[in-house]
């Protein structure tokens, strides 16, 4: 029994000794293939690249500058339009230029009532009209030439002008009554009675079409507080008549 014991012992001993020798053998396998990869990633770091590698890392980089200069501009382009207390977004601001451009245009039409008063005291009213759309025609030409051949905006045809609703071809007599007016009355009620009377019309009809889409412009709703603006407009229109 004892010589059994013994037997039993050292085959146990073989089994776990072959069993560690095929771990040991598994694990440098493993370290060689591990060798290998390094081998071949040091040879590939090593090795020029291809000029299909070069265009592809080009083009790549290429593209990524792309990418982040067009993020930067909107970035830029953001911050102008929402921070209006920087200086450069208060001059590149497409609101702040509009705005300027409706003052520049008030003021001119300020000078037009002065000028066509001025025209019917020394040439009558009817010449001071003529006079008017004349040299506004000519310069209307010239406009519509600037437009067409240097900002290359696309020339009217005659299918959208058949396709335009009937009162955008009202502008014209529109224009003509309002500088009528503007020369007859500027002459005995002055240019600051008659230009406050004409905005505060202005400025409560735009409202009213503005509340009901008229012309196909977009609704915006004549709100309490575009009431009480009207109401201190038309106060300021009294004052300015009566004093």
């Known amino acids: 029994m ?6 039993t012992s050292s085959a146990s001993t073989v089994h776990v000794s072959i069993d560690q020798l095929s771990t040991i053998q598994d694990e440098r396998r493993t370290d060689s293939t591990l060798d290998n990869d390094d081998s071949i990633r040091d040879e590939e770091s090593q090795r020029p690249p291809t000029a299909a590698e070069i265009f ?7 593209e990524n500058n792309k990418e982040h200069q067009i993020i930067d501009q909107q970035i830029e382009d953001e911050t102008c339009v929402d921070n209006p207390k ?8 497409g609101k702040t230029i509009a705005m300027l451009l409706v003052v520049g245009g008030g003021t001119a039409v300020a000078f037009q009532s002065a000028a066509n008063g001025a025209m019917r005291v020394t040439a009558g009213r009817s010449f001071s009209a003529v006079t008017n759309f004349v040299v506004g025609l000519f310069m209307e030409i010239l406009a519509f030439l600037f437009d067409i051949l240097i900002l290359k905006t696309p020339k009217p045809t005659i299918k959208g002008l058949k396709e335009s609703p009937w009162f955008s071809w009202i502008g014209g007599i ?8 503007n ?3 500027v ?3 002055g240019a600051g009675v008659v230009l406050s009377v004409f905005v505060c019309a202005q400025v409560i009809m735009g409202c009213i079409m503005d509340h009901f889409g008229l ?3 977009p609704k915006r709703r004549y709100s309490i507080w575009r009431i009480l603006a ?3 407009l038309i106060g300021c229109v009294a004052v300015i008549t009566i004093f």
Request: charged share 10%; proline share 2%; hydrophobic share 30%.
């Open 56 to 62: 592809t890392s080009k083009t790549t980089e290429g």
């Open 86 to 93: 920087g200086v450069k977004g208060m001059l590149f601001n």
């Open 183 to 185: 020369i007859f009355t």
């Open 2 to 7: 004892p010589q059994c014991h013994d037997d």
């Open 230 to 232: 009207s109401l201190g």
């Open 174 to 181: 529109l224009g003509t009554y309002y500088v009528i007016v």
């Open 187 to 189: 002459t005995q009620m």
């Open 215 to 217: 012309t196909g412009i």
